[in-house]
């Protein structure tokens, strides 16, 4: 069995939008870079496979149908702008539907035990792709498209999806807020300083979803030691929930110095997050995880972070794990976790 399955493929670099557009093309070959060198210096034993492209009749699952007519219309004219920061070009809707495609292969080939792990290498992203609408980079939610599949037609009716992407997944959290079968928990720049403007901590969702929406908001600067622990405390509402598998949203951007985050993580609080969700998936669903790519855009560090993250989900563990134990978060943080705490009291333990 594969200890990571990457799905890859040239094609992802035909979406573009603008040459200065920080969601660049490049950022696939500093991620595959980093999956190059793991293999020349480790023995791991790691695939990299070609994507498919998703059926239309899954996507609808997931977005309204005039959503999906509305992108392949605008690709089709030769691109356009579908919101201020987003814009498509010939390729975009045939690219997205392969990046949807691969997301829901990468959890297919862990759901299938021909992978113990998984990673979609992807763009367009997906996490803030509405059922109805595009923005942030997004035109398709593709880990939504990969709970969805898991849950329709493998019978899953756990679906933990852990979104680390520096923004809130808005897309991912409302296409599952009304539901329980798909816990959304993520960590994020605060609503009131970064896009997209939403996930405050009382979202906690609607109906039958609600506490099925953990949203932990963090101020600009947040470090590596207050990241961590706000990630440790989110996973321990994940293994509460004791989901079958885990789908990753991984994003690259709360990064110190990324272009467009606020946060000033150092790189190795990457390798901390992939050994801390590996290890979650471990001791929870048989280990079984998939990651899609979502955002990171500081080129001159993502081989760099990438293989850090990589490394750590491969059950790496790095020494800043340790500083945990002996550093508390800072007040903020402490503060954001215990408003946490008091909209999910009725529905986790803390
Ligand atoms: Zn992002």
Request: with cysteine.
């Amino acid at each position: 069995m594969y200890d990571i399955a990457f799905i890859y493929s040239e094609i992802f670099k035909k979406h573009a939008m603008d040459r200065a557009h920080p969601e660049s093309p490049q950022r696939l070959d500093e991620f595959m870079n980093a999956v190059a060198e793991i293999q020349k210096e480790k023995s791991y034993n790691l695939t990299t496979l070609m994507p498919e492209i998703i059926d239309e009749e899954l996507l609808l699952s997931v977005h309204v149908h005039d959503h999906l007519e509305k992108i392949r219309a605008i690709s089709k004219a030769g691109g356009g702008m579908i919101s201020v920061d987003t814009t498509l070009n010939e390729h975009t809707f045939f690219i997205a539907k392969y990046a949807a495609g691969a997301t829901k292969q990468a959890a297919q080939l862990v759901d299938e035990n021909q992978a113990k792990r998984s990673f979609a290498v992807v763009r367009p992203p997906g996490h803030h792709a509405e059922s109805t609408s595009a923005g942030g980079f997004c035109y398709f939610n593709n880990v939504a498209v990969a709970a969805e599949w898991l849950i329709q037609y493998k019978g899953y009716n756990k679906v933990a999806i852990v979104d680390i992407d520096q923004h809130f997944g808005n897309g991912t959290s409302h296409i599952f807020y009304h539901r329980k079968d798909v816990l959304y928990v993520s960590i994020h720049g605060h609503p009131k300083y970064t896009y997209p403007g939403s996930g405050f901590p009382n979202e906690t969702g609607v109906v039958e979803g609600k506490g099925y929406n953990v949203n932990v908001a963090l101020l600009p600067g947040t470090d590596s030691i207050d990241w961590l622990h706000a990630l440790k405390f989110s996973l321990n509402i994940v293994k509460q929930y004791q989901p079958e598998i885990i789908l990753v949203s991984v994003g690259f951007d709360a990064l110190g110095g990324d272009p467009v985050g606020i946060f000033n993580l150092e790189p190795n609080a990457f390798t901390a997050a992939g050994y801390l969700l590996n290890e979650v998936a471990k001791e929870n669903c048989d280990g079984k995880i998939s990651c899609t790519l979502e955002g990171g855009y500081k080129i001159d560090q993502l081989k760099e972070v990438s293989k850090k993250f990589i490394l750590g989900l491969l059950g790496n563990e790095p020494a800043i794990l340790k500083k945990l134990t002996t550093t508390k978060p800072s007040n903020h943080t402490v503060s954001m976790l215990k408003q946490v705490k008091k909209f999910h009291n009725e529905f986790w333990k803390f």
